[in-house]
T-cell receptor, first 112, second 113 residues
């Protein structure tokens, strides 16, 4: 089945540590996105990529980094510069920017 | 960025009730989408709307693209316990920078105790 796979489901980070969240899609979508969701809140856009080897900052990019070396993959690194990283992270993809996005099942990141 | 105001922020449903929620913006949208998110999972697309005045159903769900193109509503008829979750609207503004979707803050649907 085609879809978006995020891993791991749960992740723990120590203070001062960088961690990388994986997002893979086999939908042949050009655009991919990362969102952050805090408890009881909506979705906030961290980074997005319209095409391979290109990505743009979203509304809350500080403390995060991404790469888009392959069409299928859009990993997100939460750096030590992100002072409040505990949240639910959602990856999404779409055929093109502005088209309906399909979401993965998320990664919940917590601080030890 | 663009603002989408979604209301109510939360609501309680009783089995069998019809419920309604809406999304408004100060900007003109050319696409409206409605998603549902179950706890611990990603949002799932319910309905997509592309034309002003468009009314689309998906089972017990009905959504409409407002005539002014600045609003949309979602109705759930004869609600059942599995309707519990968070419903998000999302829209695309005409000529938006980067052509991205903007998401509302969500309506949390809960079951009446």
């Amino acid at each position: 089945d085609g879809g978006i796979t995020q891993s791991p489901k749960y992740l723990f980070r120590k203070e001062g540590q960088n961690v990388t969240l994986s997002c893979e899609q086999n939908l042949n979508h050009d655009a991919m996105y990362w969102y952050r969701q805090d408890p009881g809140q909506g979705l906030r856009l961290i980074y997005y990529s319209q095409i391979v080897n290109d990505f743009q900052k979203g509304d809350i990019a500080e403390g995060y980094s991404v790469s888009r070396e392959k069409k299928e993959s859009f990993p997100l690194t939460v750096t030590s510069a992100q002072k409040n990283p505990t949240a639910f992270y959602l990856c999404a993809s779409s055929t093109d920017l502005g088209q309906p996005q399909h979401f993965g099942d998320g990664t919940r990141l917590s601080i030890l | 960025g663009q603002q989408l105001n979604q209301s109510p922020q939360s609501m309680f449903i009783q089995e069998g009730e019809d419920v309604s929620m809406n999304c408004t913006s100060s900007s003109i949208f050319n696409t409206w989408l409605w998603y549902k998110q179950d706890p611990g999972e990603g949002p799932v697309l319910l309905i997509a709307l592309y034309k002003a005045g468009e009314l689309t159903s998906n089972g017990r769900l009905t959504a409409q693209f407002g005539i002014t193109r600045k609003d949309s509503f979602l109705n759930i008829s004869a609600s059942i316990p599995s309707d519990v979750g968070i419903y998000f609207c999302a829209g695309r503004v005409i000529k938006a920078a980067g052509n991205k979707l903007t998401f509302g803050g969500g309506t949390r649907v809960l079951v009446k105790p």
